[in-house]
């Protein structure tokens, strides 16, 4: 999500898929039944919520799917192909670099074309990946071009989706020689895609807490933080069906990936306690760091890059992993199984994990890159600059939050990857929780 002072003035991010904005749910506060907040974070017991008594919604039948395409192996699929000379790339709003004062020039799109000769038709053109999945899956189950070779989907259902249908194309690991020297850890063999056999890391993020230390009074280091009385109506809240609810299984001590329906309500039910004790002003997706340095809320749920690039800005939030853990998501490139100019875009993916090259847009975006070698040459960039661009590059390569250290990224949990009856259950649950 992308990265200049613009993407990150308007959109701090490209928008996390919700089902709907929904504000604070404005209920009259019924008591928590002898439970206090803290009490039932440390123990487990549950919340009663204001709703207590109604039937939970139930969700509507799910309508029929037809059948999976075939999945096709890695020599079928590529056998015959050939470069075109050319490829069409969709991405997030703001998420690529851009030259100063031109915000329609991607100077790593230009290196990319002077050194292999192939054209990129770059369009912005993903706002919310559960719409634009919407627009692209009719082509896609007819077999037929959805008019990209390439495109950038964050782990979550959409992908699982994406992939499950057979509609990504099973990747050449020979054509990505630089991803396989160069990519951390952190996003080689992901659980969300095992053996990256389908996609490979564009950037990440840390979900985590954020803060105005002049405003809480106090330093603030845990999920419980954001369930104390003594905030209330000063707490940010993610209003999503993704990382609300799996940065809460976090907080209450359960790893999403092995989460269970039992779990999901147990987190649905504290949340919804937060909600009727009016601790949370309003629930957000991208628009969270204007009331941060307003102070109209204190503290917030918030993703890591938004907070460096306030920061920058002069905003003086700070940015914690909280002591029961964080989320770390990820932002990855995959190609679609018609793309028509497939070996040109696997020749980007590769092209990206240059050092050199993810160094470019680590300067650029200002969220994890998936290169971590590329902050030697962000500090050689840096040792040859001055003014306000030296010290913009000394922070990045210095920052935690683009380059995180390896204690940090051990407390981080992935996104629990859903089937289509699970979600079902987790977006009816979780939706109860921020629409009103």
Known sequence: M????????????PARPAAGRGGLGRREFLGLAGLGLSSALAGGGALLAASCGKERP?????????SPLPERGVAEYWNGRTQAGHFD???????????????DSHPTLDVFTSATGITVSYREVIENDES???GIRPLLEASRPTGYDLMVIPNGQVLADLIRRNHLAPLDAGRLPAFLANADESVANPSYDPNNRFTVAWQSGITGIAYDPNRTGREISSFRDLFDPAFAGRVGMFGDVRDLPNFTLVGMGITPEASTP?????????????????????YYQQDYIEPLRKGDIWLSMAWSGDIFQANSEGAGLRFVIPTEGGILWTDSMCIPVTA??????????????????????????NYITPVPF????????????????????????????????????????RYRVLSRLEAVEWNSLFQSVYQP
């Open 58 to 66: 139930v969700a509507p039948p799910l309508p029929p799917e037809p």
């Open 89 to 103: 790339f969709a991405n997030w709003p703001l998420y690529i670099d851009t030259s100063p004062g031109r915000p």
């Open 2 to 13: 992308p990265r200049t002072s613009a993407r990150r003035g308007a959109h701090r991010r």
């Open 340 to 365: 028509p100019h497939p070996v040109d875009a696997i020749t980007f993916m590769n092209f990206v994990y240059q050092t050199d090259i993810a160094a470019k847009l680590a300067e650029g975006i």
């Open 262 to 282: 039992a779990d999901w309500r147990k987190a649905a039910e504290l949340l919804r306690g937060q909600r009727d004790a009016r601790i949370v002003r309003d």
């Open 132 to 134: 634009f999945y919407a």
């Open 374 to 413: 590329s902050r030697d040459k962000i500090i050689r960039d840096a040792g040859t600059a001055s003014g306000p661009t030296q010290a913009q590059l000394v922070a990045t390569a210095d920052s935690p939050l683009v380059f995180p250290v390896r204690s940090d990224l051990s407390r981080l949990r």
